[in-house]
């Protein structure tokens, strides 16, 4: 080859290579542009293990489906904690986008000035979902004067669960009890026979044993229509229901039907570990329990006492989606996005089969039923049965109560008491009343004196 064919040929090849390194060059900058025009949304949230996965696949999810906004999903802890970090950084005004509370903390969010109400976002931002779409016993709670002020988005209910294998060497087939007798005859079956050590235990107490119980039994909790008229509010838990109830929780756990395991979720061992039959807690524990438990299952409702109590709904576990002030306006346009995005059918389907936490949609609900999902997987009925059992009550819509958490430790301290024979139900509960009932009234004071107050 002739030098100047070569170096003609060999300068095309150069040419050749320059063009391609621009365009790639060029295609890696307009990448780079384009994650930096993103409007960044920020969520923080309190689910960790199996759940905070489930969080980050619904945040990639929304991410991969548009190119406007990046959601950036944030464990912040326990539900507490999260609240408590989010009080503290819209002080500091470096506050979250989007902040998740567990429904005890609905109260003092909508009395606070830190929050966009989610329905007026969503209007302001053209964005109409079906609102009347949401399952009644989930909106209730969240609404004010027929507008919902947090996004509904895990929500849950507390359901028995029972060892199918322990009720078979029992001679108990594989059906739930549906009333508190049925569990006290089966529980002392089960111990008659050696099947296990206990009948049954309650994780969080005070919110299966007394505010659900109650609301399942159309029973008031409290004042004001659960506090929602009011904050002049006080307990009722030391009513003749409630003393009835605690009677027996007390009697039972002297005859080891019913074996008292603690505050929180604590009690969950003794299911796990098979020394109690049966077990109250979350409808949000399907989705570990599947995963974990090495043993045969199943879920009915909550027991029922039956006549002359009506039976009525159950009331709303987990948490809400809170859209906080004092951001750029770009911001809630996104947050409007994924908000809607996270109700849609499909989204709603695939979070609560993959976490165990229900539909908040009628759509998702017949979705399921549609697919046969629930058929296939009954124990996931079970507590959307409860929810859609009755149109809620004045009386079984929820609690909306201030620094409810307190109040419910009050209330679970003289539980514990109760059941140590330290002091009888009506002592208890009328102890739990006097302390809970002064933290109510300092919450109301604060408020009442600050106007709308703050978080």
């Known amino acids: 080859m ?38 960044e949304i920020s ?89 009347t779409d949401f399952v009644d016993a989930i ?7 027929d507008k919902l002020l947090s996004m509904p988005f895990n929500a849950s209910t507390p359901i028995l669960y029972f060892n199918k294998d ?20 089966a529980s002392r079956k089960i111990l008659a026979t050696g099947a296990a050590s206990c009948g049954f235990t309650a994780s ?40 009835m109830h605690v009677e027996a929780l007390a009697r039972w756990q002297k005859e080891e039907v019913f074996s008292y395991g603690g505050r929180l979720d604590a009690p969950d061992t003794q299911f796990i570990n098979r020394d109690c039959a049966m077990l109250v807690q979350s409808s949000a524990n399907i989705g570990s329990f599947k995963r974990s438990l090495r043993f045969e299952w199943g879920t009915g409702q909550l027991p029922h006492w039956g006549a002359p109590y009506p039976n009525a709904n159950s009331t709303l576990g987990g948490a809400t989606l809170w859209v906080m002030r004092g951001h750029e306006p770009a911001d809630y346009k996104g947050i409007a996005q994924f908000l809607k995005f996270i109700t849609e059918p499909s989204q709603q389907r695939w979070w609560a089969t993959t976490t165990g936490y229900l539909p ?18 009954p124990e996931q009925w079970t507590g959307v049965s409860q929810l859609l059992n009755a149109k809620p009550t004045l009386a079984s819509r929820g609690l909306r109560l201030g620094n409810y958490i307190q109040v419910r430790e009050a209330i679970e301290t003289e539980l514990e008491n109760i059941l140590a024979g330290k002091k009888s139900a009506k002592e208890g509960l009328d102890a739990a009343v006097l ?21």
């Open 2 to 39: 002739r030098r100047g064919s070569f170096m003609a040929e060999l300068w095309c090849h150069i040419r050749r290579a320059m063009r391609l390194f621009s365009v790639l060059a060029l295609a890696l900058i307009a990448g780079v542009c384009e994650a930096q025009t993103r409007t």
């Open 43 to 131: 969520f923080w949230h309190a689910m960790d293990g199996q759940l905070g996965e489930a969080v980050g696949e619904l945040v990639r999810q929304f991410n991969q489906s548009q190119e406007a906004f990046e959601v950036k999903a944030v464990y912040k802890g326990s539900y507490y904690e999260v609240q408590a970090a989010a009080v503290a950084a819209y002080r500091q005004k470096k506050h979250p986008n989007i902040v998740q509370v567990a429904e005890v903390g609905t109260l003092s969010m909508m009395l606070s000035d830190a929050i966009v109400p989610v329905q007026r976002l969503m209007r302001q931002q053209q964005i109409e979902p079906q609102w």
């Open 139 to 145: 909106s209730d709670y969240y609404e004010k004067d």
């Open 166 to 185: 322990i009720f078979k060497k029992a001679g108990l087939g594989d059906t739930p009890p549906a009333t508190w007798q049925e569990v006290e005859t």
């Open 204 to 243: 969080w107490p005070s919110w299966t044993m007394l505010e659900n119980t109650f609301a399942w039994h159309n029973q008031a909790f409290a004042t004001n229509q659960n506090g929602y008229t009011g904050l002049d509010t006080k307990l009722l838990i030391n009513s003749d229901f409630g003393r």
């Open 360 to 377: 908040i949609t009628k759509a998702a609900v017949k979705g399921l039923a549609d697919n046969r999902f629930y058929r296939d997987n």
């Open 435 to 455: 302390r809970g009932n002064a933290i109510l009234r300092q919450f109301g004071v604060t408020h009442d004196a600050a106007g709308q107050g703050e978080i």
